[in-house]
């Protein structure tokens, strides 16, 4: 009990919070929908007017990749433009939402299948903050990230994220910011104003993968692969599929399950996203 010190310290005037926080696994899409007010961002921002509004944001983002797992500890994360191609109006964007060095060490402390480090370099990927600006646009919510590590299968990540669930009992909101079907290489780029197109592997997938969700088969969806030959096409390198692991593993048996922004985008990608609790 005494390694948990400082996560009963910050949480302290949280112990009497009966009603947990939701987890989200949210498709982010294209970095656009950072400054875009389109149907995703709108329901993200949906989503802060109607949740409970979080002590803290814990966000599990594709594209933060690395060796070993980390979290951010640093009092003021940098807003992090990692995107080439797109508008300057983008890239002038900057979300000033503060850090938690306290919670980081104590979430750090929470988990116990692996050394958790304390990143005081990366900040807030465009998977975190295209989001969360939507969500809570004045920035008054500290807001982490949590690492990946691409090194390790999926049933390591969602081993990891159980270890979590505390968390959404003392008022931090957990998001996985990914995209349950994404293959860049295949993005039919001339169909992407066309509405909900999507190849028919894509529709199959995602389908698929709703019903294994809404089924709690977090087996199947851990062997992702074993699923069939599509689920190589919807899945063709894991970053963008871990943070769903994440988002499920926090599922238990009294939560309910819904989908939102259930849609393709330009034939190989998908939007569809999950509230869990």
Do not use: C
Not at 96 to 101: E, I, R, Y
Not at 131 to 150: E, F, G, K, T
């Amino acid at each position: 009990m005494a390694s948990l010190k400082p996560f009963y310290n910050w949480t302290k005037d949280l112990a009497e919070q009966e009603e947990k926080l939701p987890a989200l696994f949210i498709g982010h899409g294209s970095p656009m929908n950072g400054i875009e007010d389109n149907e995703f961002s709108r329901t993200w921002a949906k989503f802060g007017k109607e949740i409970p509004k979080p002590k803290a944001v814990l966000v599990i983002s594709a594209h933060w990749l690395t060796n070993g797992t980390h979290i951010t500890a640093m009092e003021n994360p940098k807003t992090i433009h990692d995107f080439g191609g797109f508008p300057k109006a983008l890239f002038d964007v900057e979300y000033p939402a503060k850090g938690s060095p306290e919670l980081a060490k104590a979430t750090s402390e929470l988990i116990t299948s692996t050394n958790v480090g304390l990143d005081h370099d990366w900040g807030l990927d465009h998977g975190t903050w295209t989001v969360v600006r939507h969500m809570y646009p004045n920035a008054d919510i500290p807001v982490l990230q949590l690492s990946i590590d691409y090194n390790k299968p999926p049933q390591y990540h969602y081993d990891l994220a159980k270890q979590l669930a505390s968390l959404r009992k003392k008022g931090v909101l957990i998001i996985g910011s990914g995209n349950m079907v994404h293959n860049l290489r295949m993005v039919a780029w001339d169909k992407l104003q066309e509405p909900e197109y999507g190849f028919d592997w894509a529709i199959e997938m995602n389908t698929i993968f709703k019903e294994k969700i809404g089924n709690n088969d977090f087996k199947s969806l851990i062997e992702y692969e074993k699923l069939n030959a599509a689920a190589k096409l919807a899945i063709p390198t894991p970053d963008h599929y871990y943070p769903l692991l994440y988002s499920i593993a926090l599922q238990d048996s009294k939560d309910e399950v819904s989908f939102f922004n259930d849609k393709p985008v330009g034939g190989s990608l998908t939007m569809t996203s999950v509230k869990i609790g």
